[in-house]
Nanobody, 125 residues
């Protein structure tokens, strides 16, 4: 089992940046593919980005390519999401998640085994 705790959310002006972090504890961090999801009010949880166990492979939702960057530090048991050029479209609760059953980056929430509590990202105009 692994425990995940997101941080780094908050209020940012349109065009600004935020960096989310998610340290993990429990089983070896490198056992998991890691992902970030978002859930806007009234909408389903949606894939944002994911990174393979070694960090060599990443995946992004199409609208976030070139805007968001995912990274992981297996020595520090942490996955991060750098979010640039934010606009109100990206306002949501952001969750990090861990998948134990895949070698590639899965994109459906049901593919992930462990979740953090979420961190709110608010973008003002």
């Amino acid at each position: 089992q692994v425990q995940l705790v997101e941080s780094g959310g908050g209020l940012v002006q349109s065009g600004g940046s935020l960096r989310l972090s998610c340290p993990a504890s429990g089983r070896p961090f490198s056992d998991y593919v890691m992902g970030w999801f978002r859930q806007a009010s009234g909408k389903e949880r949606a894939f944002v980005s994911g990174i393979s166990r070694s960090g060599a492979n990443t995946g992004y939702e199409d609208s976030m390519k070139g805007r968001f960057t995912i990274s992981r530090d297996n020595a520090k048991n942490t996955v991060s999401l750098q979010m640039d050029s934010l606009n109100p479209e990206y306002m949501a609760v952001y969750y990090c998640a861990a998948a134990a059953r895949f070698a590639v980056v899965p994109r459906h929430p049901s593919d992930y085994d462990y979740w953090g509590q979420g961190t709110q990202v608010t973008v003002s105009t």
